[in-house]
């Protein structure tokens, strides 16, 4: 029981955790109180269209949930 208790806490700490949808700017996909599973390993790299991000904002350290809709060199509008 003790070995099952330091993987499941290496993995909370290294490899993924659990974030819920803090507002309706996901939705229609994602609806405020989901869940979704953080991937925290390999999370540096540049992200591919549409997929889901987590990251704290600089400001305050609120951690937020957004999808990349554009990437680095393009104009939005």
């Not at 909370?12 to 599973?37: C, H, T, Y």
């Amino acid at each position: 029981m003790a070995a099952t208790l330091v993987v499941l806490g290496a993995v909370w700490l290294f490899g993924a955790e659990f974030r819920v949808i803090p507002s309706n700017s996901m939705q229609p996909g994602m609806k405020p109180g989901d869940r979704v599973v953080v991937q925290k390993l390999f999370g540096k790299a540049l992200p591919e269209r549409w997929r889901i991000v987590v990251f704290r904002k600089p400001s305050d350290g609120v951690v937020l949930v957004k999808r990349v809709a554009g990437l680095p060199g393009e104009r939005l509008f």
